[in-house]
């Protein structure tokens, strides 16, 4: 389990569940901080096994400036599940990292990748240093870092991006 120091603003349990696009439209483009990953699947000899087809790949709990509690975000398609299992499981977070999501609909780089939307990635994954999701999101935290220094403090050290993504 990865491990994030608790932050006081943020509640213990999550109020908000989101599994079906209806639900996450809510943070559509938001960047969120995992706090936490659970699988409820898992990759060996680089094969897939789930449980079944109706259960959640695994779930996240995120924290979003857009939403002021935790939520509980369902990992339903394959490659998000993957592109999660790579960061946390393959490569494994540092003391020092943190992993960032954006859940998007709305970069998808062709207009008919919309219409499957239901069975696409929306899921951008990043592993950023420490603090990055508070350097994006708070103009008020560490202001002596500015443009290019403030950009060099947060940006990705790896990522994965589906390719029907702008």
């Known amino acids: ?19 079906k696009d209806s639900q996450w ?10 706090i936490d990953f659970i699988p409820m699947a898992t990759i060996e000899n680089g094969k897939l096994l789930a449980l079944d087809r109706t259960i959640p ?22 490659l998000d599940f993957v ?23 709305k970069q998808y780089k062709n207009i008919i990748y919309n219409i499957f939307s239901t069975f696409m990635p929306k899921l951008w994954v990043l592993v950023c240093p420490k603090n990055a999701f508070e350097l ?14 403030r950009w060099n403090a947060s940006k ?3 990522d994965w991006k589906p390719e029907v993504m702008k």
């Open 1 to 19: 389990m990865y491990d994030v120091p608790k932050d006081k603003n943020v509640e213990e349990k999550p109020d908000v569940s989101l599994v």
């Open 25 to 34: 439209s809510v943070i559509d483009g938001e960047l969120c901080r995992v």
């Open 57 to 78: 790949y695994a779930t996240v709990v995120l924290e979003c400036k857009k939403l002021p509690t935790k939520i509980r975000g369902f990992i339903t398609n394959k």
């Open 83 to 105: 592109h999660l299992w790579s960061a946390f499981r393959e490569r494994t977070i540092k003391q020092d990292e943190e992993v960032l999501i954006i859940w998007s609909k």
């Open 136 to 149: 994006e999101t708070n103009i008020n935290y560490r202001p002596e870092l500015q443009g290019e220094a």
């Open 156 to 158: 990705p050290i790896i």
